[in-house]
Every structure is written in structure tokens, then in C-alpha cells.
């Protein structure tokens, strides 16, 4: 019993102290215009199992209350990358430091979708048959899309920022920083204020195989106590 018990604590351990997922919050409202919350990000959770990559966009309103928001996600997974923009759909967006070297377009009319860009070094090409997904909820925006189409891998670390937009617009708003914006098509910069991410292992499949091993082990220690 007693080495059950501390199975169980190592397995809480493990899952507590190595979280698959990282959430950032950003400020409600520093979308300024009133009635277009769908266009406010509130926060994004990121998380990955042993092959999918997924950001939560989290929103202040419907992403679907109208149909004609964007979501973007800009990705630095390695040195190198489009330091001065324009972004994958041609905004002037950004990420002078790192370099961007992948970009997620996402849109809510003709039903939804998303696509992945990839910075050639002097352009940005279409990623055909990256596996990307979207969804939306209630307040949410969901992008996955299995992590070796970016050439991740478990262990890895990349930076990234995520942005509302809308055609005609530059940022409206970004996770990487809460100075209030409306409407507007300047060009933006995450500089140094991207947000990072490490792909980690899944906890619960590992804390799982833990158990699993440490059952095992009692049950071999049993049956040679008794002779089996
Ligand atoms: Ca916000």
C-alpha cells in the first residue's frame, strides 16, 4: 500500500510539474471601439499532445457574430525569418526580433477555415496539405495543426503572438500587448514582447505509463511472495 501511495504521488508530481499547455491572458477592451468584442482577445491557452499543436484563442464575444473577422498567428521556430514584415496575407505585421517563419490565416465566412505560410526567405508560400484545423466556440477561436508540418518536435521551443484583424486592417488587436487600438492599418511589431511555448511530452500518457510500470512491479513482487 504504502509503495502505491507513492506511486500516486509521483504520478502528481510529474503531471503538476510539467504542464502541457501555457496560458497568457491579455487585456479586456484594449480593442477600444464598442460592440465588436469578437475582434477583443482575452487570452491564449497553447497545448500539444505527442503530435498536434493547438492555440485557443480566447475572445470577448462570438467569433461568429459576424463573419468577416481574421485570426492570425505569427510563429518563430527558427533563427532566421521575416524581420519587417509584410505578414503572410501581405499586413504590415511583423516580428522584427526572431524573425517570422510561419504564419497562420484564419477566417470565419464560407464556413470557416485557416491556412499555413511559410517564409522562403525572400517570400511567403502557401503550405498545402499542412493539416490545419479551425474551430470556434462561444468565445473561442482553435487552430491545430500537427506539429511536424512547422518542423517541431517534442522539446522544441518557438515564440509566437496571435492578432485579430479584418480586411482593410493591420492589428486590431495582439496578445502581445494591451496599448489600446481601433481601427487602423499601421504597421505593427511584436518586437521582444512574443510569447513562448516548449513542446512538452504528454503528462498523462507518461504519468499513466508510470502507474502502469509501477503496478506492474507490485504485482511481479506478489506473485514471487507467493510463489507464483
Ligand atoms: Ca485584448
Redesign the pocket.
Known amino acids: 500500500m504504502k509503495r502505491i501511495l507513492w506511486i500516486g504521488l509521483l504520478v502528481c508530481c510529474w503531471t503538476t510539474s510539467s504542464p502541457a499547455f501555457t496560458s497568457c491572458n ?6 477600444t471601439p464598442s460592440g465588436f468584442g469578437y475582434l ?3 487570452g491564449v491557452v497553447v497545448s500539444n499532445d505527442l503530435t498536434t499543436l493547438t492555440f485557443q484563442i480566447h475572445l ?1 464575444a462570438n467569433p461568429l457574430t459576424v463573419d468577416w473577422a481574421k485570426y492570425l498567428v505569427g510563429l518563430d521556430t527558427v533563427p532566421g525569418g521575416n524581420t519587417t514584415g509584410p505578414d503572410g496575407w501581405g499586413k504590415p505585421i511583423s516580428m522584427s526580433e526572431g524573425g517570422m517563419d510561419y504564419f497562420i490565416g484564419s477566417w470565419m465566412n464560407f464556413g470557416t477555415g485557416a491556412e499555413l505560410r511559410t517564409w522562403t526567405g525572400s517570400a511567403w508560400t502557401l503550405v498545402s496539405g499542412s493539416g490545419i484545423s479551425v474551430a470556434t466556440g462561444p468565445s473561442s477561436v482553435v487552430l491545430s495543426l500537427p506539429m511536424g508540418t512547422l518542423g517541431l518536435n517534442v522539446g522544441d521551443t518557438f515564440r509566437f503572438d496571435v492578432y485579430t484583424t479584418s480586411d482593410g486592417n493591420a492589428v486590431l ?3 502581445s500587448t ?1 496599448d489600446p487600438r481601433s481601427w487602423n492599418n499601421n504597421p505593427f511589431d511584436t518586437g521582444s514582447q512574443a510569447r513562448s511555448y516548449t513542446l512538452v511530452p504528454e503528462p498523462n500518457l507518461l504519468g499513466l505509463l508510470i502507474l502502469g510500470g509501477g503496478l506492474w512491479w507490485q504485482a511481479r513482487r506478489g506473485r514471487r511472495r507467493t510463489g507464483m
Open positions: 491579455d487585456a479586456v477592451g484594449d480593442f477583443d482577445i482575452t470577448a488587436d495582439a496578445l494591451s
